[in-house]
């Protein structure tokens, strides 16, 4: 079926108004808007349903989250045929959020399913946290996490309060894909079956997350806070103030919720310019630290000092790497102990676990994955965090998703306990580097909107696939993981063996220097992305800043070889 046939078919259903004119000026204006809006339907990647807001079967709209939500609903009647069903329902601030939620809060309840809704905007981990707290079969938040304005989205979690992963995310979609008209479709909520989850359940997570700190040193510390306009203000300054930590400067022209996000480019904390307005206010007051959360507040971005007294943006590999340091070396070590991080991030977090003799475990990127890991070890092993390189970490297993609020609470008790010691956080990382040698990594994420940008990511991949390059930026690539069909060759070899991974669509090279280089196709926007890692042994003798420099040298040559 072609986009316009597909297009013509939403208008024989039954759908509103504002929707119909909005098809007929697509079908009526330009070719590429109707085919990006209609060539596919949205479909759940590693962190949900996520797209631009608008008309069309490729777009986030009530017919989109309807079926979503009735095909959701379908598969937990058969799941839970004993049960009487509940979902806990959260939404940020975006736009349209609110309606959204309020719209599959109807499709639930309309289906005879007990819906506890947020009574506001709320961060993406107190609905982890809720679905298990309140013994929910599954969970809905609406977000479309760090992207732009125009885009929202749909994460569905189970009932252990994770991302769903195989075989709910295939049942779900196979409910979905049995939908065939609008019709059937149940939009006429239960007002009866809907329940409000308020300032009860605030109280309930704030002292759960405070029950996962490892040290309470009492020393002064000046922080800086940004929501980004997002949902930590919500829960964030409070936590904080629990803790002791009362000298927190709010960014109060960030710190109203607003799904435009009038003051940044892009609210994602991984970029330093959304930190702009925190960083000058850390210089004005002469802060320690600043810590930044995306408007879900499921990604935390934090800046440090130097030695030289400036304000350092931590990448997310740093700063997973000090947390699972401190959470390891703050807990009283049974044997049975595990961290969790993702294929494309950084080694150092394996080996700073296995200089403390705790195992790692390496997964699929999402936290969907780290928290399967948590389900399956459930009575034999003990988690105690995880972390990946996009600036997502979680502390202990009472929250099944990245969790940005207890994340900035442990970050602060990090830093509180170095400057106690007479030291700093960079010099916590100096010493890592120090033992476990120097890693530095970096990311390419390259755009390719619509069925065109959809084909040239596939080809890529393909060409990558079959021909993949024997060298990048000298180094001799000498092993190949391909987790698409769970190989990984030694190309000195050619040996073969199997990778004990999930299908999914990424490819891997190791070279004989030590670098990693990884390929992937983004789960949830039009991107292809590729992540280098590269490190060197460090003898102190040299400073850490030429250390860097020599390495990011060596990435800038293994860019020039993937020729983007």
Known sequence: MTSE?????????????????????????????????????????????RGIMGAGSNRVNKYTLGIATQGLANYLHKSFKTTKTKVAIAFDCRNNSTTFARLVADVLTANDIKVLLFESLRPTPQLSYAVRKYGCQSGIVITASHNPPEYNGYKVYWDDGAQIV??????????????RDFSQVKFNGKPELLNVLGSDTDEAFINDSLKQRKSTVKHPLKIVFTSLHGTSITLLPELLKRAGYNDVHIV??????????PTVKSPNPEEREALDMALKLAEKIGADMVVGTDPDSDRLGVAVRDDNGDMVLLSGNQCGILLTDYLISNTDLKGNEFIAYTIVSSELFGRVANSYQVESEVCLTGFKHIASLIRENEGKRTFLGGGEESYGYMVGDFVRDKDALTSTLIFCDLAAEAK???????????????????YQEHLISITKKGKTGAAEISEIMETFRKTPPTQFGGESVIQLDDIQFGIRKNLINQQETRIDLPISNVLQF??????????????????????????????????????????????????EDLNF
């Open 5 to 49: 046939q597909k297009a013509k078919s939403w208008l024989i259903q039954e759908i509103d108004e504002s929707t119909r004119k909005k098809i007929e000026s697509l079908i009526a204006g330009d070719v590429r808007e109707l085919e990006d809006a209609f060539y596919k339907d949205l479909e759940f990647g590693t962190g949900g349903m």
């Open 166 to 179: 195989a075989p709910h995310d295939k049942g779900i979609i196979d409910e979905v894909d049995r939908i």
């Open 252 to 261: 109060e022209e960030q710190a109203i919720p607003d799904g435009e996000f």
């Open 420 to 438: 106690s010691q007479g030291g700093s956080t960079m010099k916590k990382l100096e010493d890592l580097y120090g033992r476990h040698g120097v």
């Open 510 to 559: 190791y070279t004989d220097a030590g670098s990693k280089i990884s390929a992937r196709p983004s789960g949830t926007e039009p991107k292809i992305k590729f992540y280098i890692s590269v490190n060197s042994v460090w003898n102190n003798k040299s400073s850490l800043e030429s250390q860097q420099k020599i390495l990011n040298n060596r990435i800038k040559s293994i860019i």
